[in-house]
């Protein structure tokens, strides 16, 4: 299996709705290892990590990218910010967390064994308030 990484920056404010989102190609099973979210604006924000309970078609999805230059060139899995479908909420979230008003807050959601996503399936963050106008995600992965 290699390592994959992707930074992506999302402007998505929108209360109750999805900021990110990592779709796994319907013949991968990737496992997110990291995911790190740092605040680009100065607002208090609640955000949680979940599977999305139906996966949203993402628009211009921008596949990971390899660790190692040995790797295949991108892996299978995409990430976005934007939807022509949007995802649905999450039943339950993998993790919640706050970020506080100060530009450069940090959350760092490390998963050593992986969080395993099903082929098809959408990983998402979802605004839980009105959030930060400037949020930039970066995911490490094994495919």
Not at 112 to 133: C, F, H, K, R, Y
């Amino acid at each position: 299996m290699a390592k994959y990484s992707l930074g992506i920056g999302s402007t998505v404010t929108t209360s109750n709705a999805a900021c990110w989102g990592m779709l796994a190609t319907a013949d991968a099973n990737p496992r997110i290892t990291e995911l790190v979210i740092t605040q680009g604006a100065a607002t208090v924000s609640t955000y949680g990590f979940g599977r999305a309970a139906t996966a949203g078609t993402q628009t211009a999805g921008i596949a990971v990218l390899p660790d190692n230059a040995g790797d295949a060139t991108t892996g299978k899995s995409t990430c976005a910010v934007a939807w022509s479908a949007a995802p649905t909420v999450p039943a339950n979230y993998l993790r919640r967390f706050n970020l506080g008003g100060v530009i450069g807050d940090v959350a760092i959601l490390v998963f050593p064994d992986g969080i395993g996503v099903a082929a098809a399936q959408e990983m998402v963050l979802w605004n839980l308030a009105t959030n930060s106008a400037i949020i930039n995600v970066n995911v490490s992965t094994i495919e």
